[in-house]
């Protein structure tokens, strides 16, 4: 399945100018045949913890837009935004059909405490899964890829590919690479990530939105400005891949329950 990393600089904190710029994306990646489109995190407000603008039910401005625009390039859309939520927003992403219906959402289970994300917004406690065409996907949003639980927990449920929206600063672009290649050869999944690009009141981006195949194989790179970057999902080269190296039989799960449980002498 041919899919696309929409990486762009939205329009700082308005989703209505960021719609119109992102629908040119998604005319543009439908008509070369992806089937799923998907945008940086918080792509159409911009990522920015502190902020209490734009933050919209699933009704809102930003989804009921990438509803529509799913409907009319008859392709998969992900996007994430500030979800109205108590006793503080979350940041969700949400996969909505081609048919404009919601397929999953996820809200961000690992907040940036570095930047105190966790003191404006509320914990995602759920993951967001869905399939296509007999691809299973999950979902993820930037600081998450420094968590490689969650990444197993999806390889654990049959997920394929993983699609991670982000706005990860240009400072940091060489553990982005790190944690996609990483995440995604332990895991024996595709590892999408989209990233943002840019400056904007909150810090520098460097897009290099990339994926990273069951191998841990780079299969796609952009660069540093605005690029649509597309993608081949095939399961069957994670299926294959975890026959023909089944390394995660020979993980002890319940002897790492008991190592943590053991006294540090």
């Not at 810090?203 to 290099?208: L, V």
């Not at 993608?231 to 002897?255: C, H, M, W």
Request: some cysteine; charged content about 20%; glycine content about 8%.
């Amino acid at each position: 399945m041919l899919c696309c990393s929409a990486q762009m600089t939205g329009i700082w904190e308005s989703p209505e100018q960021s719609l119109l710029k992102a629908e040119t994306s998604i005319r543009d990646a439908s008509g070369r045949g992806a089937k799923l489109v998907a945008f940086p995190e918080q792509f159409a407000a911009g990522w920015n913890p502190a902020s209490a603008k734009n933050i919209e039910e699933l009704n809102g401005t930003t989804i009921t837009g990438l509803k529509k625009l799913a409907r009319k390039y008859r392709i998969t859309v992900i996007g994430s935004f500030r979800e109205s939520f108590e006793p503080r927003p979350r940041n969700t992403a949400v996969a909505i059909g081609s048919d404009g219906n919601i397929l999953a959402t996820y809200a961000k289970i690992h907040l940036f405490s570095p930047a105190h994300e966790e003191s404006h917004f509320t914990a995602g406690t759920s993951l967001g899964i869905f399939s296509l065409e007999g691809i299973s996907f999950g979902l993820a949003i930037c600081y998450d890829l420094r968590f490689p639980d969650l990444f197993q927990v999806y390889r654990e449920k049959g997920v394929h590919v993983v699609i991670v929206p982000a706005a990860w600063p240009k400072n940091r672009i060489r553990y982005w690479e790190i944690f996609i290649q990483s995440r995604a050869a332990e895991n024996q999944i595709y590892v999408a990530g989209v990233n943002t690009t840019g400056s904007n009141p909150v810090d520098e981006y460097a897009g290099a939105s990339m994926t990273a195949d069951p191998k841990g194989t780079v299969i796609a790179r952009a660069g540093t400005n605005d690029e649509l970057l597309f993608y081949d999902i095939d399961p069957g080269v994670a299926e294959q891949t975890r026959r023909s190296f089944p390394v995660y039989n020979d993980r002890k799960n319940l002897l790492y329950s008991k190592l943590r449980e053991e006294p540090q002498e």
